[in-house]
């Protein structure tokens, strides 16, 4: 029997979990060829003489240097692993596979040919952190390069997690170990069944040890806090395991991908179609408006109808004389919007009901802010909120949500300004360059990255739209903490980056 080893609790799975650092380390690079390690305070902690590298979670960064060879060094630039010691080294959770460079003979290369068993017996090393050997393949010792370091020793079979703990050790064979990027579930493959375990941080919930009876080779497609979804793809065979209730559900669908959308609504794809899946039930077609995987519209083939309405799985209507988005199309309210025939565009809801006692030339869904574009007549466009109310004192020409409860509106020239959801002005009508990501984000904190005349600027949003910096050029933000224009690097509060 499947033996999993729950004292790696105590690791805190730093690795699956969201946290702030303010102590970051990058790598930046002058000429594109090769990079140097910096802290967030602009410290220069190496010199310039990577051409490749690889952060490693918990660890520090696998490199590449300017004779190709492969090496580990810690965020602050020391090597833990020197260059040349191994002529391979690849990232595996906090530890390293590593191989030597040794002579094959023909005869070797011909028996390797031939040979289909995955466990390596030879110029296989299984590293921790630190850099030293955990595990070397050889006579007496196998190794299964999976997803997470699988050793076969003395008639046992061990996963290593982590920095080398021990996640499972019995004498089941071990076929695969699937894990989804640095989170804390694993799927542990056997000859006749699955395992699954997910380690959990929260104070309400307890870890997940449960058996698949499922046969098959599961990939782990997506993951939240609530719940994770693996696939096999051949056997079409989708897998949902529910972390509250701690309930495994089954369904035979052929998926090839499978995400959480931004209201955390389970959606799989399967080449041009998407499915809705309410846990436990069976998957739903979208194919145009929904809410949730049991609020959705259902649109016909007929292009005016009638579509079939459901509300919390119940069917509450149809709606007749009508178009409706054509493709699947989340929105963020009760409220959506369809053209009537002859008339103009009205909004409906759920129920089936007309909401709104208003018919408009054009109509877009509420987005997450309760707000929706719509032109009211032919002097432009305006903002209002769910209940019909229009909320900005000007028509213009074009507007556009940008997300945080922002808008870029628009005049004929296409020179644009912001105004919030009260459809208050916030910065005057005077830029041209609108990035296809204008508002980003880093540790909990908003920026807005605009452009006039060639020249970016970036505000903070959560400081009263205070001016940071403005460069010639095209200003992004990096996910570690740092703007970048072209070559040259600005940290957070505006102060170059020599």
């Known amino acids: 029997m499947k033996k999993l080893l729950v004292g790696l609790l105590a690791i805190v799975l730093l690795t699956g979990c969201s946290h702030k650092n303010k102590d970051t380390t990058f790598m930046l690079t002058r000429d594109d060829q090769f990079y140097a390690l910096y802290n967030q305070k602009g ?6 003489n990577y ?6 979670k918990g660890v520090g960064y696998l490199v590449t240097d300017r004779d190709d060879k492969k090496s580990v060094i810690s965020f602050e630039g020391e090597p833990i692993i020197e260059a040349g010691v191994y002529e391979t080294l690849e990232a595996v959770d906090q530890m390293f596979y590593a191989t030597k460079k040794v002579e094959v003979k023909k005869e070797d290369k011909d028996t ?12 296989l090393y299984v590293l921790n952190g630190e850099g030293k050997v955990l595990y070397q393949a050889d006579s007496q010792t196998a190794i299964l390069k999976s997803e997470l370091p699988v050793i076969f020793k003395d008639n046992e079979y061990i996963v290593l997690y982590h920095e080398g703990e021990e996640l499972y050790r019995g004498k089941e064979a071990v076929k695969y170990v699937s894990r989804y990027k640095y989170s804390s579930s694993v799927v542990i493959g056997f000859n006749e069944t699955n395992h699954f375990y997910h380690f959990t941080t929260k104070e309400d919930q307890k870890d997940i040890d449960v058996d698949l009876k499922q046969k098959g080779t599961y990939k782990i497609l997506a993951q939240n806090q609530d719940g994770i979804i693996l696939n096999d793809e051949k056997l079409k065979s989708m897998i949902y395991v529910d972390f509250n209730r701690q309930q495994v559900f089954q369904n035979t669908i052929g998926i090839n991908d499978a995400y959480f959308d931004e209201e955390q609504n389970i959606i799989l794809t399967s080449q041009h179609k998407m499915y809705a899946y309410p846990i436990g ?5 979208l194919n145009s408006y929904y809410l949730k995987s049991v609020t959705y519209v259902n649109r016909s083939s007929d292009i005016y109808g009638p579509h079939q309405v459901y509300n919390k799985g119940k069917l509450t209507g149809e709606l007749e004389n009508c178009q409706l988005y054509p493709e699947a199309k989340l929105v963020y309210s009760e409220i959506f919007p369809v053209y009537v025939r002859n008339k103009g565009y009205q909004y409906y809801n759920f129920n089936s009901k007309k909401v709104i006692d208003k018919t408009y030339m054009e109509a877009e869904p509420f987005n997450s802010d309760k707000c929706a574009v719509v032109k009211i007549n032919d002097k432009g466009y305006s903002l209002i909120n769910d209940k019909g109310d229009v909320l900005t004192k000007s028509y213009y020409y074009q507007i556009k949500y940008i997300g945080s409860s922002y ?12 105004i919030d959801s009260t459809g208050e002005k916030i910065l005057p009508v005077e830029y041209i360059d609108l990035p296809e990501k204008p508002i980003v984000s880093y540790d909990d904190h908003n920026y807005l990255i605009l452009g006039k005349n060639g020249r970016s600027y970036v505000y903070d949003i959560d400081d009263e739209m205070k001016e940071i910096f403005s460069k010639e050029g095209q200003v992004t933000l990096n996910s570690k903490g740092y703007f970048e224009v072209g070559h040259d690097y600005y940290r957070i509060d505006g102060e170059v980056i020599k």
């Open 407 to 418: 808008y870029a509106v628009y005049n004929e020239s296409g020179t644009f300004g912001i």
């Open 281 to 285: 039930g069976v998957p739903v077609l």
């Open 112 to 123: 390797k040919k031939a040979t289909v068993d995955p466990y390596l017996k030879s110029n």
């Open 43 to 48: 410290k220069q902690l190496t010199n310039y």
């Open 51 to 56: 051409k490749t590298f690889q952060e490693v």
